[in-house]
């Protein structure tokens, strides 16, 4: 009853901080990217959706997703917005992804964007706190980098994971983005300067914290059955999965998992039929170096208390065990956050097309990309494969 | 450009749970929470919420020490906030006012009402519950 999606084209704004582009032209730049390589002509284009996270809170202007629309010259094409905080993006395409899957449209833009950097920091803290229980967690001035400290440092009581453990998985992450042109960061750094980095909330330095970032993502989707008309190597979308969980922490069955991330997991493995073996290379969401090391033991790749020591001994770098975050992930690419979801997806195409060039992981087969939204209230999960 | 508007509505309206730590409980599954729930996590449309006051005891689960805060704790920063088990059961984010005495996971501590920030030179003081090591 539900039609198989393919992505056949892929576009991305570089990230960064971008003085001189606004929400328009980050926009752009990745949508027209994305229709070029899908061989398309705006007027094919029948839905878009549109992942942004406070674009209000940053620049003042709500209303993207149209605005994105008629950017790209589309006429007048429904477009919906979709926000769910730092998984805006990641939710959009699983929006997108059921639209064509259930055959109400064939060719679909899925665009996420952030503008991030014309405000201070603090204020961008505020903003972004916005994802937690307003109520109970920012009204106290409990900040996110605040929230994942306080996993982490249960994390590391509970299963004795170091503060160099998730140092490392900044410096892998630096690594992989030295080799990546679409980069915010082309600097390689040390666990030692990580170790030496500004305190923002202990046990979490500045460089273990993603960046502020403005960046655009836009991936087109269209129907497997006439995906090749467009592009020679489509790829399938094999499974599109999301939970949801409280907003604040605290109540939360404990601090150590992300458990929505392991409900969208099980439900994404199951429609593709794969297990975490199975995953060649996969972006996940590494807002902070905590978040990652949860990330690698709740969708399975590792045993819980596991995931720090493995990225120490360089279990996660591109062709190794399982090669994660090659685009140099959140913390190494840049997270802007609407855009992050969907270049994930990016990445799991150029991935698995065989176009990530220094970054290319041999042989990838199966890609899974992880976008979370908050501390943890929402999971979205997608697994990719090259359509034979 | 960010401000965060208008927090004393934000105060007034939970003022109740804030101030006097009065949360609930679901008569139908005997589940204690505070901040207290509209509708019980577990039973859903057949929850049966009842009101009830914390004692404000209970022990550390983690924490840390912000130094970066939002624009409204500007002028608080360092300040350490953690998730707290009550005895009655549920966790709760809170500030902890250290008080010259190392905290750690599993430190005993006990909420009081303190003052929590200024708004603005010759704006309001906001009071809030905090926790202290016992
Ligand atoms: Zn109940």
Known sequence: MSRDVAIIGVGLAKFGERWNAGLKELMAEAGLQALEDANLKSDDVEMLYGGTMASGRFMGQEHVAALMSDQLGFKNIPAVRIENACASGGSALRQGYISVASDIHDIVVVGGVEKMTDVTSSEATTALGGAGDQEWELFQGITFPALYAMMAKRHMYEYGTTEEQLAAVSVKNHENAMKNKYAQFHKRLTIDEVMKSKMVSDPLKLLDCSPISDGAAAVVLAPLEIARKYNDTPIKIVASAQASDTLRLAERDNLTSIKATSIAAEKAYKQAGVTPKDINVAEVHDCFTIAEIMAMEDLGFYKKGEAGKAVMNGETAINSKISINTSGGLKGCGHPVGATGVKQAVEAVWQLRGDAGERQVNGAEVALTHNVGGSGATAVVHIYKRAN | ?134
Not at chain 2, 15 to 27: T, V
Not at chain 2, 97 to 108: P, Q, R, S, V
Request: proline fraction near 7%; charge should be positive.
């Open chain 2, 1 to 134: 450009m960010i401000t965060m508007e208008k927090p004393s509505a934000s105060l007034w309206r939970k003022i109740k749970p804030r101030y006097n730590l009065s949360g609930n409980i679901c008569k139908n599954c005997s589940t204690a929470y505070f901040p207290p729930r509209i509708v019980c996590r577990k039973c859903g449309r057949n929850s049966k919420m009842e009101s009830m006051t914390f004692s404000g005891n209970g022990e550390i689960i983690s924490f840390t020490e912000i130094r970066v805060p939002p624009d409204t704790f500007r002028d608080e920063a360092p300040y350490t906030v953690g998730v707290v088990k009550l005895d009655e059961g549920p966790l709760v984010e809170g500030h902890i006012l250290e008080n010259g005495i190392k905290i750690d996971i599993g430190t005993k501590v006990k909420a009081a009402f303190r003052k929590m920030y200024v708004d603005g030179e010759e704006g309001p003081i906001y009071y809030h519950y905090k926790f202290e090591p016992v």
